[in-house]
Structures are given as structure tokens and as C-alpha cells.
């Protein structure tokens, strides 16, 4: 059955917007940077915040507010992975998360794998949680990119102590392969080190490529990971302030469960609120719209590339709304969304942000209208061509 694809909200509706997509950047920039997207919220969710707004229902959140039985359901439905709702926490966001796991399965000092080009702020929370970053970078096979296992065994043999996964990548929107989790699980049980997987694009991978979360990999990733998520990517929540953090094993619950309750207090209200009307069915039909829109606008992009900037390198992503563009035969140097900024008026994401694998590269978010990615990669094609 076909679906319709959603549709995005008008931009002068957007322009009025308070977030940081909308306000960092005056109204002659179209803002293709930062990971908000461009949609109506799913009804479900503006219905239960609409109560609770109403009802004043502003306070701290419960120790249960439904969110962990409404996540195992949405595992189940959309990944066909079983959850045990006693497995998952709540805390305010997934980088908090990722901070704070880290904090308890790593000493002072102790090296992190990440595989950049990465989310920027890996970079920066495992110093946060007291350890040290270890680059082990993605491989381009020259068809896609995947996890560098050889180099990341060679990380865990060196002494590294834990692995920072994005499952789906940000920004490359790589979906790894059961496989290449499992042998991930293998290599980091095998010198005793664990894995922190961060899935918050998970629930945006597109129905034509099979996405396998961490902790379903194998029984060994079982034992010995961590999946952090959230649904505030999916369903652009991110000012709510909710994620999970996800076990499967007695070890690792231990470990989840013996963080301060502080962590788990951070959770927004609003975060958990919103989440559960995300999770359940009734938002099943919203989230099938916007992946068909994405499903679009990825493709969109291609062609709009190849007719306005013919020499720029894209791969249509397997998950998610984010592009990794390498446009490093432009001229534009090593940081093209700056040129482009200032001469093109297009905020995309800074490559170089990503690691130094990001250099000429930009990171373009396509979940918005069609119309208005159009009219950014056409701004960016006159600049190519002036
Ligand atoms: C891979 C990844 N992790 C985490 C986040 C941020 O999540 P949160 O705001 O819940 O910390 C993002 C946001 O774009 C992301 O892409």
C-alpha cells in the first residue's frame, strides 16, 4: 500500500519557530543545518501536549510515566526486537545518556572508540564523561561507508575500553549490517570492552533497508551493550528533553540502574509525554508519512545535485534526513559551509565538524519541503557557477 508522503509546513509558518533552526540565522538564510525538521507534529503528540498544557501538568515526571512499556511496543512493531520494559530508564537527552553510561563503564583516562565522520558532540562527550576519544575512522568502500573492524580491534587490543556507535550514522546515514554488529559485539566482548550504541535515527531507517539495533545484533551484543535512544529525532522533539536508555542483559541493567537518580530526575515531563503518544500506534501512520517525504526528498537531492552541482559526491542515505555532501572540487576549501553561508545564503552543517574526514564536506538536512531544498541546492548552483 502506497503511503502519502507528508507535507511540510509553510516557511513563513516555520519562520515563526523559536528554535535554533529558525533564530540562529536572519530570514534571507535557508536554515538546512541543524537536525529540526519541517513538519506538523504527529496529532497524537499535539493532543497529549495540548492537555497537558491545559492542565497546567508542568511538574517532574514519574518514575513510570508509561514510556518504557510504549517504547518495548514500538521495538516490537517497527523492529521486531523484544524489549523488556524493565530494562529501560529514562533520562533528559541521549547525549546524557551516552555521558553517563560512559562515566560508569570507563576510568579516568580510558580511550572511547569513535568512527568518525561523527556526530560533533561525541567528540566532546566522552571527554565529559572522563575519557579520551580514539578515532577509528569509517571506511569508504567506494559504494558506502562501513565500521572499521580490523582498526577497531586493533583499539580494543590497545586498551580502549568502549565503543561509540551511531546506528544509523550521523552524518553518512549508514544503516550497519547485523553482521558487522555482531563481529562489533565479538571483538568488543573479546577484550572485555562494551559497546554505547546511539539509535536515535532508528526509527527514521526507510522500509527498504533492514535495521538491526545493536542490542538485537547477537546474544554476545546483548551482554555487553548499551543502546541510548530517543524520539525526539524522528519526531523533532528535541526541546522536550526525554531518551531511554536501553539493556538487555542483568550486567548492564546493573550498571543503568546504579546511576544517580539525578539522571533519571532530568527527564522533561513534556520529553515523556510527547514520547509515548510517539511510540504508540496511533503515531504509526505519522511516522510512515514522513519516511515516504524523506524517502522523496533523499532521491530529490541526487537530481538536484547532479543538475546544479555536478561534481559534488552523494550517496542517498539508508536512514534519516541528514546528507554528507563532499563538494572538495568546488574551491570553497576545506569548510564549504561557510562560503556558502555568506555567498549563497544556505546554512548547512560545517564538515569539518565531523571530524578531519569532513573536510570539503557539508551535511545537509533534507527534512523539509521539497520547494525548499530546491531552492537551496539552486542558490548554491549559482554560486558554483558565478
Ligand atoms: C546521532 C545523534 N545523537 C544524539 C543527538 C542529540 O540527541 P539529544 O538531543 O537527545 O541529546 C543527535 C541529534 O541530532 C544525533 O544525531
Given amino acids: 500500500m502506497s503511503v502519502n508522503p507528508l507535507e511540510a509546513l509553510p516557511i ?32 497524537a503528540i499535539t493532543d497529549r501536549l495540548r492537555r497537558a498544557v491545559e492542565l497546567g501538568d508542568t511538574g517532574y515526571t514519574p518514575p513510570d510515566p508509561g514510556i518504557r512499556d510504549a517504547y518495548a511496543a514500538f521495538a516490537k512493531r517497527r523492529f521486531g526486537w523484544d524489549v523488556d520494559p524493565a ?11 551516552v555521558v553517563e553510561i560512559l562515566r560508569s563503564v570507563t576510568r579516568p583516562g580510558d ?29 569508504d568502500t567506494g559504494a ?50 562494551v559497546v554505547v550504541s546511539d539509535e536515535i535515527h532508528g526509527p527514521l531507517v526507510q522500509p527498504d533497508v533492514a ?16 543502546a541510548v535512544t530517543s ?3 524522528a519526531y523533532n522533539l528535541a526541546g522536550l528533553k526525554c531518551a531511554l536508555m536501553v539493556t538487555a542483559a542483568e550486567g548492564t541493567a546493573r550498571v543503568v540502574r546504579a546511576l544517580p537518580d539525578e539522571v533519571e530526575w532530568r527527564t522533561g515531563l ?22 515516504a517525504r524523506l524517502d522523496e526528498n533523499r532521491r530529490l537531492l541526487a537530481d538536484l545535485l547532479t543538475e546544479h552541482l555536478p561534481g559534488a559526491r552523494y550517496r542517498v542515505p539508508g536512514a ?27 546554512a548547512l552543517h560545517f564538515g569539518p565538524l565531523f571530524g578531519e574526514e569532513g573536510k570539503g564536506h557539508v551535511r545537509i538536512n533534507f527534512g523539509c519541503d521539497p520547494a525548499v531544498l530546491r531552492q537551496a541546492v539552486e542558490r548554491i548552483g549559482r554560486l558554483a557557477r558565478s
Fill in 12 to 43: 513563513d509558518e516555520l519562520r515563526r519557530r523559536s528554535s535554533t533552526k529558525w533564530r540562529k540565522y536572519p530570514d534571507d538564510v535557508l536554515p538546512l543545518f541543524v537536525a529540526e525538521t519541517d513538519f506538523a507534529p504527529a496529532p
Fill in 87 to 97: 530494562h529501560v530508564r529514562t533520562t533528559c537527552d541521549v547525549m546524557m545518556g
Fill in 111 to 139: 580511550r572511547v572508540v569513535v568512527t568518525p565522520p561523527v556526530y560533533p558532540p561525541f567528540f566532546e562527550c566522552i571527554p565529559e564523561a572522563g575519557a579520551v576519544v580514539e578515532r577509528v575512522p569509517l571506511v
Fill in 144 to 193: 558506502g561507508w562501513k565500521l572499521d573492524l580490523p582498526g577497531i580491534e586493533a583499539s580494543l587490543a590497545g586498551g580502549a575500553r568502549a565503543v561509540l556507535l551511531c546506528n544509523p550514522h550521523n552524518p553518512t546515514g549508514t544503516v550497519h549490517s547485523k553482521e558487522e554488529l555482531a563481529q562489533l559485539a565479538d571483538l568488543a566482548a573479546a577484550h572485555d570492552a
Fill in 211 to 226: 535495521f538491526t539495533p545493536f542490542l538485537a545484533a547477537s546474544s554476545t551484543a546483548a551482554r555487553i551493550g548499551y
Fill in 231 to 233: 524520539a525526539s529525532k
Fill in 270 to 291: 513534556f520529553g515523556a509525554l510527547a514520547g509515548v503518544a510517539a511510540f504508540s500506534p496511533e503515531s504509526d501512520a505519522w511516522l510512515d508519512g514522513l519516511l
Fill in 320 to 346: 534519516g534526513f541528514l546528507a554528507w555532501v563532499d563538494l572538495s572540487d568546488f574551491g570553497w576549501g576545506d569548510n564549504p559551509a561557510r562560503t556558502i553561508l555568506r555567498d549563497a545564503k544556505v
